[in-house]
């Protein structure tokens, strides 16, 4: 409980000292705006990031309304020990998320989707706006969304590990994730993200894991060209939620926007696609790095048109 709260506070601590912190050229802004009469005019900070994932996580960014992106993602598995060609430095292996996302409002935008590992699992999210930076007319030096997810394995019991011939209740596949994400534009180069997490497992292997497990998330992009940007993220877990094994996830990126398209080629620890699997699921390969190549790829459509 006391780990829980430390890392309660320190959130919250961060997010005060990011909430005073003067919005990016605030008072020329101010006199330029006094000068040609536009005192009222409120500038929303654009592309904090170029798309809705940071790299496995979440980022503040919301599909428009009426935009449906259609997500592919891919992670490969890590070199074989002592033969890393044999495996062809893991791509001979593949996780695949497949995935339909949809803004119902430029605030509000959900998704579903299907993802081979860890268990076969269907997910389903909904991810809200509640604070968007701004400055101008109104200053709000961050912006700070509130996501919710639920994921349902569906594979075989032995798939999932799960004890022979023990009756199982369909309740023991769910998992939730809450998360608040808040990320601050701090030019246009450079956007940092914090992102508070609570993942609920209906059910564990056994007592050395917690049902709920508690994260949180730092992450952000550098802009090296206006197409291109390198992105980190890591998931700080407070001790003793998983068991021995488990290991907090990373990753490393970069981001490449080609028109409708954003790939994001990245190096991560992580098989898993979800919250609830990146998360809590990420292991340590024996005899291994654990190090594996990965790729996100976004398409959007605008259904408006």
């Known amino acids: 409980m006391r780990n829980r709260i430390n890392l309660l506070a320190s959130c919250l601590l961060i997010l005060a000292l990011l909430g005073t912190l003067p919005a990016r050229g605030q008072t020329l802004d101010s006199l330029l705006n006094a000068a040609n009469g536009i005192g009222d005019e409120i500038i929303y900070e654009q592309a904090t990031f170029q798309t809705t994932r940071l790299v496995n996580g979440h980022s503040v960014e919301q599909d428009a309304k009426g935009v449906l992106n259609f997500r592919i993602s891919h992670r490969f598995g890590p070199p074989s020990p002592g033969r890393p060609a044999y495996n062809l430095f893991g791509l001979d292996e593949a996780n695949i998320r497949i995935a339909f996302e949809y803004g119902l409002t430029d605030k509000v935008m959900v998704g579903v989707g299907r993802c081979k590992d860890p268990g076969k699992a269907f997910d389903g999210f909904a991810k809200a706006r509640i604070l968007h930076q701004c400055r ?9 969304s509130y996501f919710a997810s639920i994921s349902v394995k569906t594979g075989d019991p032995a798939l999932l590990g799960w004890i ?4 199982y209740p369909k309740w023991a596949r769910v998992a939730y994730a809450h998360q608040v994400l808040l990320a601050r534009k701090f030019s246009e180069r450079l956007s940092l993200q914090l992102a508070p997490t609570l993942v609920h497992r209906n059910m564990v292997r056994g007592r050395s894991e917690a049902n709920d497990v508690w994260a949180c998330g730092m992450g952000g992009r550098y802009m090296v060209s206006p197409s291109t940007s390198l992105n980190f993220e890591y998931f700080y877990l407070l001790p003793n939620q998983l068991a021995p094994g488990f290991s907090a996830p990373y990753a490393l990126g970069v981001d490449i926007e ?26 340590i390969p024996v005899k291994a790095t654990g190090i594996r190549f990965g790729f996100n790829l976004s398409r959007v459509f605008n259904v408006n048109t």
Do not use: D, R, W, Y
């Open 164 to 167: 022979p011939n023990v009756s």
């Open 258 to 283: 080609t028109g409708g398209h954003v790939f994001q080629l990245h190096l991560t620890n992580s098989i898993g696609m979800t919250e609830p699997a990146f998360i809590t699921e990420t292991a």
């Open 136 to 144: 101008g007319g109104k200053n709000m030096p961050i912006s700070l």
